[in-house]
């Protein structure tokens, strides 16, 4: 593995991506770094955080990065290995805040384009279930299933997390 | 691969199932068959496939035929690279329309289990996400894994794709 | 593959993961043992079960364990073929009736970790959709995937059926 490198680890709810990508990381020497996108809105996301940054012990520094990923992962150090955990919440934050989604994803794409570490990025699959009722549900399925081609198409390697075991893509 | 060879591609929303289709079927020598079974019965349909037809260039002829699958396979051309695109729009079209689900799904089985040219199917998977609180949508569920299983029993390849990458399952 | 040995068969609806089981063990000599986790509370449910029954002829002992699978497991003969069919409604059924469904699991994921014959089990993969809408729903895609990495690594083998076709995870 080269030392810029971009994975892509995409699975299902609970299906131990965050844990994949964590191992994926800390293969490299510490310090890494951990970009959250979730945002502590209710009881229940921020029992999932905790749950998250518990695994995390000495050796990650963490940033809260609901929106501005593009602009966190230009600011990051040359070499250094980045989790960005994840993708999807990161696209709901967008979405809910009414920013213009296509421009969005195109500026992250650019960055994650020219990755300069060892960057691992972490997705939710959304579009294998029958067609949601609602219309936002079905837009948020399609932005979420662009944006995860677009990264697919930009990263060296891709996993698909099944049950807690990667599935290698590409 | 064969003159008469059946693929089956499979998968979510978004994730680049015709995309990749297009491309199994690009690699024989125009002209190629496009046989759509989208309904443009909203604005949301329009535009996919608007979106869809916009990136077919020269050397595609679309057939839209939204229920009689069997029978527009039964008289395309010998040795013609089909494409049909999809197989679970068909479903929601027949369902919809009330007919028998069983007895249009053995007629179209029947016909795929002998194609007569490079032909492609696209489907999507619904079945990965939580039980549908409505019935109907339970069924359509259960319809459209039945006829993903009867078709890629026949498929000479099956391919599922994930993120606009192909992961070979036959 | 030795006398010892738990295969984990997981898929979405209507992918033919009850099937795919059936045939690893019917590859043993009979009797087989299969274990029922179903409760026919609706006319649905009643037919889903009695269509199972109907693949299964002379050589299988069926036993209808809705909570007590751990239990069950216990006290099966060693070198017995066992199919657990499926461990996604044994999951309903502890969650409905309140039972302690962390407690439940890690005493299933106990009598798991040491198989007395050729044991599969079979669950369901709901988590490749959208986010549902409802907290229970949530609730319950959170434990099924916990459970589903719990058995996955736990098992000496682990099966994702795709439209009745099996893609070996491990």
Not at 3 to 30: C, D, M, N, Q, W
Request: glycine share 8%; aromatic share 6%.
């Amino acid at each position: 593995m080269s030392a810029s490198h971009l994975s892509f680890v995409l699975g299902g709810a609970r299906s131990g991506k965050s844990r994949h990508a964590e191992s994926i990381i800390t293969a490299y020497p510490a310090p890494w770094s951990y970009i959250a996108t979730a945002q502590a809105l209710d009881g229940e996301m921020q029992e999932r955080i905790a749950e998250h940054r518990a695994r995390r012990d000495d050796g990650w520094e963490t940033l809260d990065v609901p929106f501005e990923l593009a602009g966190a992962l230009s600011s990051v150090e040359t070499g250094r290995p980045v989790l960005i955990d994840c993708l999807t919440l990161w696209l709901t934050n967008v979405m809910l805040a009414d920013r213009d989604v296509e421009a969005e994803i195109r500026g992250l794409a650019e960055v994650l384009a020219s990755p300069r570490g060892p960057w691992v990025v972490v997705a939710n699959e959304v579009g294998l279930g029958i067609v949601p009722d609602n219309a936002l549900a079905r837009a948020f399925r399609d932005h979420a299933g662009r944006l995860n081609q677009t990264v697919a198409a930009a990263a060296d390697s891709v996993i698909l997390t099944v049950a807690g075991l990667p599935m290698r893509v590409k």
